[in-house]
């Protein structure tokens, strides 16, 4: 069992945008954390972006960042991080990429139920903040959407059937 002191330790421990442990973290001049790839995504930058060609603000505070804001990962955060959480799975499990970036697809984090998509950190963010997006299920990135829908009805499984000890969807 697990103290609320080691709950609210763990939960520093991840990143604010994808609310998984930190990956790559670093901190901001605010002293804001994030995963490196995440703040990447939030910023939009690519290759043919410089940080100087856009304005950069923290996701958290809303502060804006001076355009020469060096990422560099913060080593000792990691360390927390792997000390309270582990290693990261191994790399064996194919990448799933998001479904909804356009141009150069990002590494998926969530899968989208509703949407029938898998939603790389950004394309989460916009699920969690659009009011239109709050009510759809998100769980933890698969390609296999397909086994969380009802086979006969094409609906999301959402109940639990006692008799047969299955999921069910609503219909």
Do not use: Y
């Not at 995963?35 to 995504?41: E, G, P, V, Y």
């Not at 913060?74 to 309270?84: A, G, I, T």
Request: aromatic content about 4%; glycine content about 2%.
């Amino acid at each position: 069992c697990r103290s609320s002191a080691d709950m609210d330790a763990r939960e520093e421990l991840k990143c604010p945008v994808c609310a998984d442990p930190f990956t790559d973290p670093v901190n901001l001049p605010c002293s804001h954390n994030f995963c490196q790839s995440c703040i990447q995504i939030v910023w939009n930058m690519d290759e043919l972006k410089s940080s100087k060609e856009i304005p950069l603000f923290c996701p958290e505070c809303q502060i804006l960042l001076p355009p020469d804001v060096k990422l560099e990962v913060n080593s000792d955060l990691q360390r927390r991080v792997l000390q309270v959480f582990g290693r990261p799975e191994g790399e064996s499990q194919p990448m799933i990429l998001c479904d909804q970036c356009i141009g150069k697809p990002e590494v998926a984090v969530k899968s989208c139920l509703s949407c029938d998509a898998s939603l790389c950190s950004a394309h989460t963010l916009l699920h969690q903040q659009r009011e239109a997006l709050r009510a759809h299920s998100l769980i933890e990135v698969t390609k296999d959407l397909i086994s969380f829908k009802c086979k006969e009805h094409g609906e999301e499984l959402k109940l639990f059937c006692q008799e047969e000890q299955t999921a069910v969807c609503s219909l």
